[in-house]
């Protein structure tokens, strides 16, 4: 459970809204991506958009007459993209996992196919993509227009019930992506229902344990405190009215969630009643992985490519 110093990253900027995701990306060598089973408008506009941004090139697996007629759809050049042909889904997901183990593409991107295909393709020991003992974990940023920053979450939509040990991995993702955006020191703020530690909460409890870890330095590069209830670790006012001295609280850079019904819930409402933009990522492949889904917004698709660069 130890955790080292192996997610610091060195950034010239502070990147406080995701917009400043361009910039931080100028300058900076254009990674390649493939995207899996890209047959869709979907896809291809917001793979378009990412290439007319500057920020990737592209490769897209699947059948080059779909790909071809839904570019023509959305009048967009199909010569904007390299195409590698693909007979169906399962054909694109091995051919693209394959261009990422051989090192020809450094993120990897899920098109038209469904997620349960698209992970096995991730999981196959063949490509070797998930290192040993891995966990993949979704690492959200939002940018919500009612918190004084970006805030980094996790996880909320792979993980259901995080144990103590993936908790652990999952904090150090968040660490890695605070430190790709800017953050020297991320305040990381273990989410529970209360900042009692009650045994019998396992939120409670984990999140004690977690903090006393990062205390004695077995997790650095982050300060990190919890339990701690959402308002206290969002919300100076709260903290004071219920007198939590912590350094975190009302200050968060990350909130780790004790699973994924709270975390899924504080996305959605976020995106669907605050109209926060967001971006999101997997992390713990070898490589950053786009998991976007029809309900996301082309912003949020093309802030997520953009996020997914700055980590590889």
Request: hydrophobic residues 50%; charged residues 20%.
């Amino acid at each position: 459970l130890v955790l080292q110093n192996v997610f610091l990253w060195n950034m010239d900027m502070v990147i406080t809204k995701l917009s400043d995701l361009f910039v931080a990306l100028r300058g900076k060598p254009v990674k390649t991506l493939v995207a899996v089973n890209a047959v869709d408008g979907h896809t291809i506009e917001a793979l378009h958009d990412a290439v007319e941004a500057g920020i990737v090139q592209t490769i897209l697996t699947g059948e080059p007459q779909k790909i071809k007629e839904s570019c023509n759809i959305l009048r967009i050049d199909p010569g904007k993209f390299i195409i590698e042909p693909a007979a169906g889904e399962d054909e694109a997901a091995m051919k693209s996992a394959g261009l990422v183990a051989s090192g020809k593409a450094d993120i990897l991107m899920k098109g038209f196919i469904s997620t349960d295909k698209f992970m096995r393709a991730i999981l196959n020991k063949d490509f070797d993509l998930l290192p040993p003992k891995g966990v993949l974990s979704h690492v959200s940023v939002v940018e919500n227009g009612f918190y004084h920053k970006l805030l980094i979450v996790s996880d909320v939509a792979i993980i259901p019930y995080p144990d103590l040990a993936q908790k652990v991995t999952m904090v150090g993702y968040l660490i890695r992506t605070a430190h790709a955006l800017g953050i020297a020191s991320p305040k990381i703020a273990l989410v529970a229902a209360t900042e009692q530690v009650l045994a019998s909460i396992p939120a409670c409890t984990e999140a004690a344990i977690i903090s006393k870890m990062a205390e004695r330095g077995q997790i650095t590069g982050a300060v990190i405190d919890g339990p701690l209830a959402f308002d206290v670790a969002i919300d100076r006012e709260s903290a004071t009215l219920k007198k939590i001295n912590s350094p975190v609280a009302g200050d968060a850079d990350c909130l780790l969630f004790p699973n994924i019904d709270a975390g899924n819930l504080f996305y959605k409402m976020s995106s669907r009643m605050c109209r926060s933009e967001q971006a999101a990522v997997v992390a713990g492949a070898r490589v950053p992985v786009v998991l976007s889904s029809r309900g996301d917004t082309r912003q949020t698709k093309l802030y997520s490519i953009a996020l997914a660069a700055l980590l590889s």
